[in-house]
């Protein structure tokens, strides 16, 4: 029988995974950062004393890295307060996310695990099978020397080979060092050529320093960017007339993509509307097949996409909102039988997509029913403004009165966390709403908005984690953590 304390906790769970898929400390553009740090600190806090399994099960979701890397710091911090069972399957966890975290985010929780003196053997354990586990020790000196060097001594470990501790802790030791990497290093001091044979992010330091023209290093660099680094330098490479610096968008991630086409001005938009959709197409299909999903699986699909100013976002996520909405429009493309996209401000041309004017997020959805969709996806930040409350209205009447044997699935995904509600803004309470981070996770988060529609079962729930972790860390080899 689910008593009232089980609601409670389910709740909280729903409402914690939510902030943890859409909150990163950052200003958006309703809030500012110092509010959004301090309410997911809050949360943290809360969950990670009162509900210990699911916070530790929330590293299997879909949450984002900043959040991640709390809750790893977390449960780190508190491994007294963890059962035995808790800390071993929490190893597993954490060795799990780690793995599939940046280096640099994880060499950062390293300097904050230190700064706060957590170093018992656990964290030791940890932190040795994951950089026991990173595939060239002489590419990390090199990228993250101050990182690397922090970790080594904090895990009390000793380089993996001798000359790059001299590396790392006395480079004036040796004349030359046989591995590549580390004696371009050394080189790229007093030799220009040597400066191309270093990753991007080290070379750019030593162009500077040996003033070689912006032109000619994207040039001769290219062949040492990574796919994302060629995304984020293209632009800047085709102003500087480096033709070598061309990425293939087809294969970038789809939310990534739509970013890097929303920052292009639209007359560049217009003039490769046939690359730029094909390439959104592609990424589309590819995350689909990802998810498991089949393309046009999923019956006739309307989706209701804000692009109102607020999806501007902020100067430090610029656009974001209006990314993963345009990057959700491809993939419901890609997943309906037969698809109709709704923009809030009346536009038609996706591509040419720019976050202006109010939010009339009633208006629209009235349109989107009247399509007699079996599904109805809305991404918007639940801003409703044009008039204010409609979309909760019509959403109500809908559900209770035109449609109670919901013949039409409707799921409100929202990309941006609000602080002082300690969750994302919801439209109505008879319509689920999950966060939304990136459109490849949007399958994902559909199956699990059902937990948040109506009264949400908690052992229905927690096996949905247990089924989640399960399937996490089958993915993962077994690690030796104490």
């Not at 960017?225 to 087809?250: I, K, N, P």
């Not at 007359?267 to 094909?278: M, S």
């Not at 990314?323 to 419901?332: G, P, Q, S, V, Y």
Request: net charge positive.
């Amino acid at each position: 029988m689910e008593t009232y304390g089980d609601l409670v906790a389910a709740e909280d769970v729903l409402l914690f995974v939510n902030a943890a898929i859409t909150g990163t400390g950052q200003r958006e553009f309703h809030g500012g950062a110092a509010e959004q740090q301090l309410s997911l600190d809050f949360l943290h806090t809360y969950m990670c004393v009162n509900y210990r399994g699911p916070y530790a099960a929330a590293l299997a979701l879909d949450i984002n890295d900043h959040n991640a890397a709390l809750i790893v710091r977390r449960l780190l911090e508190s491994s007294r307060e963890a059962t035995g069972e808790q800390r071993r399957t929490e190893g597993r966890l954490i060795a799990r996310r780690l793995a599939l975290l940046p280096p640099q985010r994880v060499y950062r929780l390293i300097g904050e695990l230190r700064r706060a003196k957590v170093n018992n053997r656990r964290t030791r354990a940890i932190l040795r099978d994951w950089l026991a586990a990173r595939p060239d020790q002489t590419l990390d000196a090199v990228k993250y020397r101050a990182g690397l060097k922090r970790a080594l001594r904090h895990a009390h470990l000793r380089p993996a080979e001798a000359e790059t501790g001299d590396f790392l802790y006395a480079p004036g030791r040796r004349a030359k060092y046989r591995a590549p990497l580390l004696d371009a290093w050394r080189r790229a001091h007093h030799q220009q050529a040597a400066v191309f044979e270093l990753p991007y992010t080290v070379a750019e330091s030593f162009a500077q320093r040996h003033g070689i023209p912006r032109a000619a290093f994207l040039e001769r660099i290219a062949p040492r960017l990574t796919a994302l680094e060629r995304l984020r330098l293209q632009e800047s490479a085709r102003a500087h007339g480096a033709g070598a610096v061309a990425a293939d968008l087809s294969r970038m991630p789809l939310t990534r993509l739509a970013s890097y086409a929303l920052g292009l001005p639209p007359a560049d938009r217009a003039a490769r509307r046939a690359e730029l959709t094909d390439a959104l197409r592609a990424s589309a299909r590819r995350a689909a097949r990802a998810a498991g999903a089949t393309e046009g699986s999923w019956g006739r699909v309307t989706a209701v996409l804000d692009d109102s100013w607020s999806a501007y976002g902020s100067g430090v996520k610029r656009r974001r909102p209006l990314a993963a909405a345009l990057a959700c429009h491809f993939l419901l493309e890609a997943l309906a039988d037969g698809y109709t996209a709704l923009w809030t401000s009346g536009r038609t041309d996706a591509l040419l997509a720019r976050p202006s004017g109010p939010t009339p997020l009633g208006r629209r959805i009235l349109d989107a029913l009247d399509t007699a969709p079996q599904r109805l996806l809305i991404v918007s930040d639940g801003w409703d403004n044009a008039p204010p409350g409609l979309a909760a209205e019509v959403l109500r009447v809908w559900r209770t009165r035109l449609d109670p044997e919901r013949r039409t699935s409707i799921v409100h995904l929202n990309p941006v966390y609000d602080a002082e509600g300690f969750d994302v803004r919801r439209l109505a309470p008879t319509v689920p709403t999950a966060g939304l981070r990136d459109a490849e996770d949007l399958p994902a988060l559909v199956e699990f908005a059902r937990f948040a529609e109506g009264r949400t079962d908690l052992a229905e729930l927690t096996a949905h984690l247990a089924v989640r972790t399960a399937r996490f860390l089958a993915a993962a080899p077994e690690v030796a953590v104490r």
